[in-house]
T-cell receptor, first 113, second 117 residues
Framework: KQEVTQIPAALSVPEGENLVLNCSFT??????LQWFRQDPGKGLTSLLL?????REQTSGRLNASLDKSSGRSTLYIAASQPGDSATYLC????????????FGGGTRLMVKP | EAGVAQSPRYKIIEKRQSVAFWCNPI?????LYWYQQILGQGPKLLIQ????????DSQLPKDRFSAERLKGVDSTLKIQPAKLEDSAVYLC???????????????FGAGTRLSVL
């Protein structure tokens, strides 16, 4: 059974810092990995999707890496801003029937002005 | 393009009562998902539909939860009777499977927050 863990569970940083969020998964037989953002009272917004054959994806100040063999992914946020405050979730898509995403518990990020 | 619509946004009920949630996916999306997100945890898939057929309902507590997507568009999720531990946000998502899994991006609704007292 796939298990996804995110560390830390919560993080508070001053504005302007670069930061790294971590995600680990137990079964390397994944099709892709996604990072989502969730704002309070809102649904999930997909930030980055990395295919299993890829090593990283970049979008603006965000960079996500994937090491499938070790079961790890990181989300790097450069020059953090108060507007980045949200919960960040990683999810892996398993190989096999259906398109089932398994989510981690999330990292709650607070960027202080 | 309109997003995934869910209603109601909030619901408060007492234990043993029944409740239903409604989801309207993005137009043209064949696949629809219901997730349960307990406070402080990531979403957990309850059921996945492909058009009006069930693809995966292995994590749906079938003794009290049911879901349907009769015409392959809108979907309803029902809980009867509700328990205290059902308090959570219920998220609906949809995706287009055109192009295979590599194009699978799930778009999420805002969710329904259920409180069972």
């Amino acid at each position: 059974k796939q298990e996804v863990t995110q560390i830390p569970a919560a993080l508070s940083v001053p504005e302007g810092e670069n930061l790294v969020l971590n995600c680990s998964f137990t079964d390397s037989a994944i099709y892709n990995l996604q990072w989502f953002r969730q704002d309070p009272g809102k649904g999930l917004t997909s930030l980055l999707l990395i295919q299993s054959s890829q090593r990283e994806q970049t979008s603006g100040r965000l960079n996500a890496s994937l090491d499938k063999s070790s079961g790890r992914s990181t989300l790097y946020i450069a020059a953090s801003q108060p507007g980045d405050s949200a919960t960040y979730l990683c999810a892996v898509l398993r190989l096999g029937a259906g398109n089932m995403l398994t989510f981690g518990g999330g990292t709650r990020l607070m960027v202080k002005p | 393009e309109a997003g995934v619509a869910q209603s109601p946004r909030y619901k408060i009920i007492e234990k043993r009562q029944s409740v239903a949630f409604w989801c309207n996916p993005i137009s043209g999306h064949a696949t629809l998902y219901w997730y349960q997100q307990i406070l402080g945890q990531g979403p957990k898939l309850l059921i996945q539909f492909q058009n009006n057929g069930v693809v995966d309902d292995s994590q749906l507590p079938k003794d009290r939860f049911s879901a349907e997507r009769l015409k392959g568009v809108d979907s309803t999720l029902k809980i009867q009777p509700a328990k205290l531990e059902d308090s959570a946000v219920y998220l609906c998502a949809s995706s287009s499977v055109t192009g295979g899994r590599s194009k699978n991006i799930q778009y999420f609704g805002a969710g329904t927050r259920l409180s069972v007292l």
